[in-house]
Structure formats: structure tokens, C-alpha cells
């Protein structure tokens, strides 16, 4: 079977870092999502797979090719402005043989393990169309609400008129007929009318996903989304080719990547992830859930906690960054600190695209697109968003020659 | 209580084995293993674990061979070791067994074998049975001869199948008290503890009742009098269910397959004619004492049961676990037993059933698999029809058996004068009503309840509350809860509160609360009384309730009955689901919780 993977979705709530990236390029526990999907893929034999590009398709191209490096083949299609799920999945048409069925993926979704393993189960045993469903973590109004009379999916309300309902979601995994095409053609751009068709034949069975399941939608589900991934791992992988000097103390599922070098007096405390080739300074205390990306240096006695490291970004010493995002090639200067709450207690707010969310969290601290520049001594407040190639000065209270 | 299965036949065996073995871990699955036929001997692979485990050590998939028997062991004598693991040899190694049950006077066997110069691997009271059919074939030079007065000298239990080498064609098997079938297959021919073992190739079966034996070879199979030895013609009966209906399909566990299979289970028992209603109602009618019976969840049932007929029918009908049942049995002619049972296999309610007969006592039973020893062995059983459950931990099954003695309550209430006409209309458009609301319930409840599960997984103890018949749902739920999470929790009515409970009552102990629709009256206003208490003493009370107005919880969920009379069905549904996420949410093996075993054939 073959698979389609789409990532054209502008992800306008996924600031600071959709302004560079497509959200299937954003990493968790030290891989990007996509890389993440290509291998869960290549798991079940799935090794021909087409992915749908949009804006910053450039940056997934660039770092997949023709997909060897991940043992899958890779072809691209592009949509060139964001014109919406039907017209992306239309645009791949050619790439698939009328009569069979592949496996459509949405780009930027995290699961806890494996789900294709399941999906596929699933459509052996129905031999037809496949929805992977799953209830969302608190129930929100974000998805359709699927009906289900056993498997048989019997409705799927889009903007349900009672709130609070707990129902299963779509979880942007599925099996399709190619069939599915001409439904595409006539639904006029509506995603919904599709599934409504299939819904009524040749029927659409779901396939219920009871493990983590995260749609990365805004910036702190990053974070969910790593440590979803981290708590599965079972045991710390130090490769032989990382140097790890004296008194170094590492407890739970620590893992480092080869190349990098681990000074003396550094705590690692699982689960974390030091990607190839990073530099951790000597006394560092690396806590549970942080993960930094291939070229992070990190250095004297910083503090991370519960943070992503997207990659090749500094934290000069003696700086403290938890509960947050940094892009790639961020430069943070030393003893720069991120506030992770409200004194209040309260749930801490982000200023996302112009309009103040609710991220839920009361820690949370803040992120930083790529290409940004923190000068020393920086506070920066709960629930910063620092937008792509932003430098903030060095927060100097005395002096200078300018 | 364990699974057995074997296969002779034309074609390699090896997948068949191992898939036979497979779908008959839910009876046991701490070791398991295999025996069969290669060139001129018996070769055994066994080992502690899984089947899967197990075939990654020793490779049962890819055997080459055309007659062999496995076996997959939940322990009742002796450790979890590979020697103890079946199939089991003789000292010669000529015969190789596989045995589900206990053999009461193995200890005295094995004495006897020990002096005629055997010598055992393990210690179990299986391995005897090997050398003593190899003793007995020493002395009477016929494989078949030597089964059968082997057989004759066995007290207990027992279903077993046996391969030789001096037959190398063929697998012998026999049952006592333990169950064990044949499957009719073409080119090959089969033996199960059930029909999971062999539903993929063959839906034809026959039944292997006490006291006989069979014999079975690639193209043939004959079934034989133990007593006489005169070949039986047995009926050939064709198993109504569907594979794939016993396979997971698009869900995670069958747990949450059979909880979402409840609508359609509803529905089916709704359907079962009233005759096969009636016809327990006459029974009852003529009956002088009436007793309810079932061990675990079904005694659950049956004391639902207690609480609808005396609600409904006005009547005093007692619930009993049946393994106390001997205890108290006083039973004579013009007594009825109406036990339930989803296997009808459970060792405790068949041994009751027994006991209630030899007094004389008429026999009845609410049964959900077709041809299981109960269901041959009372006067009038009422086949459930809610397909196969697979999952160790009852759910649609059990709910259905109290669909069913609702439907009895009321045939009852109505021959009796305690309900109208109009009464039993509206209660019976009630339970037509009911499928459609616990397919809204399981939609739209399904991701507030899992969230909640998730929040609290981490308590360690649980207090169930109802009163009235929400009691036996709290206990139902409760047992739920324990048997796949490993959570302490507790059914209670609430009037126990004040008898001592109260005092373990702290922040750290979470009350799970049944409360009645507030229409009810008296019992809504009782429950929420208990509430209070536990309140008063600094509880977490997570209330499932059907008014949006009670906000004295810390927490609950909101459902919505159409009829008062219905209503106690839909928070056992949400219990089920409550127990099935906080399995998924600490991690627990869903379908085979530790120390549980789909059908308890054992004392």
C-alpha cells in the first residue's frame, strides 16, 4: 500500500515557528513529526510515499530528499498556496492506481506508538474505507464528533450544538479507495461533504485509537507532544561514539546521540534527549522531558526543564529555560531566565497571531522562532512568543563604549 | 484452567496449532506448549509465557508435522516452570498429554507409578496421566485400551487430548467435568476446549459429552461410550458464530469492542422470543422457593435479579453465589435453581446445579455459550445470544442476563397482577428504548469519562455507593474496576456507611456515587444523604448522576434516562467504560487481567 502524507496547512495558531517551517517540520524528543510518520510507515512495509508541500516545503525536501536516509521513496507534490485538505489530497491523484487503497496522513499529528500497525489490522478485517478515531485528551470543540454504531461510523457532526460531549474525533489517519478522488471533485473544496459520502457507501469503519494522540496545533502541544513520546521509552541509549566525562550523573531513559560531548558534573535526568553532536557544559542540569536538537550547546551550570530545542541553538551559562520552545539557530545569551508562571496561579496566556489564548497550562514559559537572537541577563516573561529572526539586546544596566 | 487444542491432518499443522493456541489464551496463559508427530517420536516444545512469547522461543509457527496437541496452561498444581508447562511425556516418551482440570487422586497414582518405576519431570498431576497410560499400554499392548482403563482409573477432573507414537496417525481425547470439543474440518479434523481453537477453519462441531471418548485422524473421527465402548453416533453442529465476529476489528481491546457491542447485544436479547421467557416464568410459578445463582459477576446479576423481581413481580426470590451455594442448599422437588452463567462452564455454578438436582430440585439457567456443559445439563435454558465474549472481564454478557431477568421480572409482575397492562407496555418500550441510549451514552460520554479516568488513575482506593437496585450495580462496577485495573474498590449500599466505613473515609479514599434519577423520590434523596456524609468527611465524591442540578460533587458525569426503570443499565455502562480507561491509562493487559480466567473451570 502507499501512502500520502500532507503538510501543506498554513498553521496560522502554530506560532512563532509555522512563519519558517511546515508544522510536520516541528520536533519532538529530538525528531521532526515527519520523520517521526516516514518511520512509523516504513515499520508496517509502507516504503512508497507522497507528501503534499506547501508554504516551506523547501525545508522538509531538503531534509528528507528522495527518502533513503529514512528507507521509504519519496516523491513531492506541491500546492502552492494554501488552498485547503481536498485540493491537497486532489493534487497527488496521479501518484495512485484507480481501484486500489493508501493510507492518507495528516502531517501534524503525534501519536504515542506505532498506529498504522492497528489501521491496517483494522482494514484487513473490514477490507473497506478506514477512519482512525481516538478521543482527544480533554474534549474540545476542535473536531467533529463521530457516531459510531459498533465500528460503522454513522455521522460525524462537525459543529455539534450541545457542548460538552466527549465524543470520539477523527484522528487524520485513514484508509482510502481511491474511489475517493471523484468524491473529492464534486465536494467543492468541502472536506466534510466527503466524509459524509463515504459515510453513506460504501461505508466508513473506524479504527479506534486508544493510545496518546496529539494535533500540534498551537505551540505549547509541542511540548505535550514530546513528553507523550518520551514517556514511552523504556530504557537510556548512550551511543559508544558521545564522550561523557567524570561525575556524571543520568537517571531514567537519558539518550544521547553520537558525536556529543557531556562535561563533567552534568545531571541528565530522564526522560531526555541530546541529539547528535551537542555540547553540554560542565555542572548543566538537564531535567525530565527536555530535548535538544542535533548542534545544541548548551553551557556552564544552565538549568533546562520541560523544553524543546528544535536544533543548533547556544544557551550561554547560567541561564534557566523551561517549559519552552526554541527554534533553530536561536542564540540565547548567558544568564538569561524564562518565568514559567503566574504568580496568581493562573493559567498562563499567549499572544497567538494577535489574539490572547488560553494555553491551559499554569507552566509555561516561552518560544522562540528560529533565527532569534536573546542578548545576557534577559527576563522573559510567561508565555512569550518571540517571532523568527527577532533579537532582543543584552539587558545591560551599566556602561558600554557606544 | 487452561486451553487445549489439536490438529490432525493432511497438511502441515504448525499455523493451526499455534492460532488454535492463540485464541484460547483468554482461559489461561502463563506457559504454554506443544507436541507432535516427527518421523518416529513425539517432539515437545513448551516453555513459561505467552503463546507469542513462546512461538519466538521454540518456533511452534513453523513446525513441520501433520497430527499434534498444545496446550496453554493458567497453573493450578505446581509452579510456572517449562517442566511443569504441557504437554506432558511419558517416560518412554511415547505418549505426550495435554489436560485441563485436576485429578483429585494423583497423589496416590503417582505412589503406584513411582513403585512400577516412573519417573516424573514435574509436578503436575497431569504428567501421571502420561505414564499412566504408558503403564496400562505395557500391560494391554492397545493404545485405545490402555486410554480407556487409564481413564477409568482418573477421580476428578478432567478434559485431556493425547497423541503416540504407537498410533502415529491419530489424537485421542475425553472429558470429565471439563469441556471439550471436535471440530469437523476437510482434510483435517480438530480437538478445543472451545470453539475459538479450530473457528477458523471449521464452524462444524461436535460436542464430547462426560463418560465419552474420540478418536481422530486426518480424514475421519469416531466418538466412543467409555463405559461400553460402543461407537456414538453424534450430531454434527454447525457454531452460529462468525470468525471475524470474534476478532477485534477496528478496536483497541475487546473489552471496549464487547462495551460497544452492547446496543446490538440489547437488542438481540430483546428479541428472544417470549416464549423462552414464559417458559421460565412457569417455572418459577410452580415452583414453591426460587433461588438465583452465579459466582462473581453473575452472582452480581442474580442479585439484580433479587432486586427486579421483588421491584416488579413482587417477589421473594434470593440471590446466592454458588460457591456458598452447597453450603446452604436446602432444596428439594418443588424447588427451582435459575442460574446464570455466561460460559456455562463455571465449575462452582455447575457443582451447585448438581447438588440442587440430586435433591431433586428443578433446574434452569441463563446461559450464553451454545452446548456448554449448563446449558445441556438443566431442564429449560435460556441461550442469551450475545455472541462470543472475549475478553476476560464480563461486560455485555452480563448486562444482557439482566435484560433478561428484567424481561422475566415483568412477564412475572404482569401474570401476577403487581404490574398493568399499560405498566408492562411502558416498561417494555422502556427496554426498547434502552439500546438507543447506550449508543448515545458510549458516543457521546466516552471522551468525559476517559478524561476523568485519566485524572484519577492514580487512586488507590475506591468506595462504589448505591442503594436499592443501584446497589448491585455499585458491586457489579466495583468488581469491574478490580478485576482490570488491580484497583482496590468497593461496593456498598450506602447505609453501611454509617456502620463503620466512615471512618476510612479521608481525602485520599474517592467514592464513586449511583445516584438515582430524582423522579425515584425516596431512594434519590437516601443516596444523596450518603453523599453528604461522605462530604462531611473531606471525600472526593464523583457523582454519576441524571440531574444536571446536583452540584454537590466534586465531580460527575451527567447522563440521561428516558425511564426510571432502565436507568440503573446506563451508569454501568459508564462504570465499564470508567474501569476499561483507567486500565488503559495505568498500562494493564485489558483483555487478560492477572489471576482471572474467562471461564473458571476449576474449584
Avoid at chain 1, 15 to 35: C, D, I, N, Q
Amino acid at each position: 500500500m502507499k501512502a500520502l502524507i500532507l503538510t501543506g496547512g498554513a498553521g496560522r495558531t502554530l506560532v512563532p515557528f509555522s512563519s519558517t517551517r511546515p508544522k510536520a517540520m516541528t520536533v519532538v524528543a529530538g525528531g521532526s513529526l515527519m520523520r517521526r510518520t516516514l518511520g512509523h510507515l516504513r515499520e508496517v512495509g509502507v516504503t512508497d510515499v507522497t507528501v503534499v508541500l506547501g508554504q516551506h516545503g523547501d525545508k522538509a525536501r531538503a531534509a528528507f530528499q528522495d527518502g533513503h536516509e529514512v528507507g521509504v521513496h519519496l516523491s513531492y507534490v506541491e500546492q502552492e498556496r494554501p488552498s485547503g485538505i481536498v485540493d491537497a489530497i486532489l493534487r497527488a491523484r496521479g501518484r495512485f492506481i484507480p481501484g486500489e487503497f493508501f493510507i492518507l496522513v495528516y502531517g501534524d499529528v503525534v501519536t504515542a506508538a506505532n498506529p498504522f500497525h492497528q489501521i491496517l489490522q483494522s482494514f484487513n478485517s473490514f477490507k473497506g474505507p478506514i477512519a482512525g478515531v481516538c478521543l482527544p485528551g480533554p474534549p474540545t470543540q476542535r473536531y467533529g464528533n463521530v457516531y459510531l454504531s459498533g465500528t460503522r461510523i454513522r455521522k460525524i457532526v462537525e459543529k455539534p450544538s450541545t457542548s460538552g460531549l466527549g465524543n470520539y474525533v477523527l484522528a487524520g489517519i485513514f484508509v482510502l479507495p481511491t474511489e475517493v478522488f471523484t468524491l473529492l471533485e464534486k465536494s467543492e473544496g468541502d472536506m466534510e461533504r466527503v466524509f459524509d459520502a463515504l459515510t453513506q457507501a460504501p461505508g466508513l469503519h473506524a479504527s479506534i485509537w486508544e493510545e496518546g494522540w496529539i494535533d500540534v496545533e498551537f505551540p505549547w502541544d509541542i511540548l505535550a507532544a514530546n513528553r507523550m513520546v518520551m514517556d514511552t521509552w523504556e530504557e537510556a541509549q548512550i551511543s559508544r561514539h558521545a564522550i561523557i566525562e567524570g561525575n556524571v550523573t543520568m537517571t531514567g531513559p537519558v539518550r544521547v546521540e553520537r558525536g556529543s560531548v557531556v562535561k563533567a558534573g552534568v545531571v541528565l535526568a530522564g526522560p531526555c534527549y541530546i541529539g547528535r553532536d551537542c555540547y553540554v557544559g560542565h555542572n548543566a542540569l538537564v531535567r525530565s522531558y527536555s530535548s535538544l536538537g542535533p548542534g545544541s550547546m548548551i553551557g556552564y551550570g544552565v538549568e533546562l526543564k520541560n523544553c524543546v530545542l528544535f536544533g543548533n541553538s547556544k544557551v550561554g551559562r547560567l541561564s534557566f529555560v523551561g517549559d519552552s520552545v526554541i527554534g533553530e539557530n536561536v542564540d540565547i545569551g548567558s544568564g538569561i531566565m524564562t518565568i514559567n508562571n503566574n504568580m496568581d496561579g493562573s493559567s498562563v496566556r499567549v499572544d497567538v497571531r494577535g489574539e490572547v489564548g488560553d494555553s491551559g497550562l499554569t507552566k509555561l514559559g516561552a518560544f522562540m522562532g528560529d533565527n532569534v537572537k536573546v542578548g545576557a541577563g534577559n527576563t522573559l516573561a510567561a508565555g512569550t512568543v518571540l517571532a523568527p529572526g527577532v533579537c532582543v539586546p543584552h539587558h545591560a544596566t551599566i556602561g558600554g563604549g557606544r | 484452567m487452561c486451553g487445549i487444542a489439536g490438529v490432525a491432518s493432511f497438511h502441515s499443522i504448525g499455523d493451526r496449532l499455534y492460532e488454535g493456541v492463540h485464541h484460547l489464551e483468554y482461559r489461561g496463559y502463563d506457559s504454554c506448549g506443544v507436541a507432535f508427530l516427527n518421523h518416529d517420536h513425539i517432539e515437545v516444545r513448551k516453555d513459561v509465557g505467552t503463546v507469542d512469547e513462546v512461538d519466538g522461543k521454540e518456533s511452534i509457527r513453523h513446525l513441520e508435522s501433520y497430527v499434534g496437541i498444545a496446550h496453554t496452561r493458567w497453573a493450578t498444581h505446581g509452579k510456572v516452570t517449562k517442566e511443569n508447562a504441557h504437554p506432558h511425556l511419558s517416560c518412554r516418551g511415547d505418549f505426550a498429554v495435554v489436560h485441563n482440570g485436576i485429578i483429585a487422586n494423583y497423589k496416590a497414582l503417582r505412589e503406584a507409578l513411582l513403585k512400577s518405576g516412573h519417573r516424573f519431570r514435574s509436578e503436575t498431576d497431569t504428567e501421571i496421566i502420561a505414564h499412566l497410560i504408558e503403564q496400562r499400554f505395557t500391560e494391554l499392548g492397545d493404545v485405545e485400551a490402555a486410554l480407556v482403563r487409564a481413564l477409568t482409573e482418573l477421580e476428578g477432573s478432567y478434559a485431556l487430548a493425547m497423541i503416540s507414537t504407537n498410533e502415529p496417525q491419530r489424537i485421542f481425547c475425553a472429558r470429565h467435568e471439563s469441556p471439550l470439543i471436535i471440530g469437523v474440518g476437510s482434510e483435517s479434523n480438530y480437538v478445543g476446549s472451545d470453539f475459538n481453537a479450530f473457528i477458523d477453519y471449521t464452524k462444524n462441531t461436535v460436542i464430547l459429552e462426560d463418560g465419552e471418548y474420540g478418536i481422530l485422524s486426518k480424514d475421519s473421527f469416531s466418538v466412543k461410550s467409555l463405559r461400553t465402548g460402543e461407537v456414538l453416533d453424534k450430531p454434527v453442529m454447525v457454531v452460529p458464530w462468525d470468525s471475524e465476529l470474534s476478532r477485534k476489528g477496528g478496536y483497541p481491546h475487546y473489552m471496549l469492542k464487547e462495551i460497544h457491542e452492547q446496543p446490538l447485544a440489547v437488542r438481540n436479547a430483546l428479541s428472544i422470543g417470549s416464549d423462552e421467557i414464559s417458559a421460565v416464568a412457569d417455572m418459577m410459578e410452580r415452583a414453591r422457593r426460587v433461588h438465583l445463582l452465579g459466582v462473581g459477576t453473575t452472582y452480581y446479576v442474580a442479585l439484580m435479579g433479587q432486586y427486579l423481581l421483588a421491584m416488579l413481580a413482587d417477589l421473594d426470590v434470593p440471590a446466592m453465589s454458588s460457591d456458598e451455594f452447597r453450603h446452604l442448599d436446602r432444596s428439594d422437588d418443588r424447588s427451582l435453581v435459575l442460574a446464570i452463567s455466561q460460559s456455562g462452564e463455571t465449575y462452582d455454578t455447575v457443582m451447585s446445579l448438581r447438588h440442587a438436582k440430586e435433591r431433586g430440585a428443578r433446574t434452569a439457567a441463563i446461559v450464553n455459550v451454545v452446548g456448554s456443559s449448563i446449558a445441556r445439563m438443566v431442564d429449560h435454558v435460556v441461550l442469551q445470544g450475545s455472541g462470543p465474549e472475549v475478553c476476560v472481564v464480563s461486560t455485555k454478557a452480563a448486562l444482557v442476563q439482566m435484560i433478561l431477568l428484567m424481561r422475566l421480572a415483568i412477564e412475572l409482575g404482569a401474570r401476577r397482577g403487581t404490574l398493568s397492562a399499560a405498566r408492562r407496555r411502558e416498561y417494555e418500550t422502556a427496554l426498547a428504548a434502552l439500546p438507543g441510549e447506550i449508543e448515545t451514552l458510549v458516543n457521546e460520554k466516552s471522551g468525559l469519562i476517559r478524561a476523568a479516568a485519566y485524572r484519577h488513575a492514580h487512586v488507590h482506593n475506591w468506595l462504589f455507593l448505591g442503594r436499592g437496585v443501584y446497589y448491585p450495580i455499585a458491586l457489579e462496577s466495583a468488581l469491574k474496576m478490580k478485576e482490570v485495573t488491580y484497583v482496590h474498590a468497593e461496593g456498598m449500599p450506602g447505609g453501611f456507611l454509617k456502620h463503620g466505613t466512615l471512618s476510612l473515609v479521608d481525602d485520599k479514599l474517592y467514592t464513586l456515587v449511583f445516584v438515582p434519577p430524582p423522579s425515584v423520590g425516596e431512594l434519590h434523596a437516601m443516596t444523596m444523604s450518603s453523599v453528604e456524609e461522605v462530604k462531611a468527611r473531606g471525600g472526593f465524591v464523583f457523582g454519576l448522576t441524571f440531574d444536571a442540578h446536583d452540584d454537590i460533587f466534586d465531580e460527575r458525569l451527567v447522563l440521561s434516562a428516558t425511564h426510571d426503570v432502565t436507568a440503573p443499565f446506563l451508569p454501568l455502562v459508564a462504570a465499564q467504560l470508567l474501569a476499561y480507561f483507567t486500565a488503559t491509562a495505568l498500562k494493564r493487559n485489558v483483555d487478560k487481567p492477572r489471576s482471572l480466567a474467562k471461564s473458571v473451570t476449576v474449584a
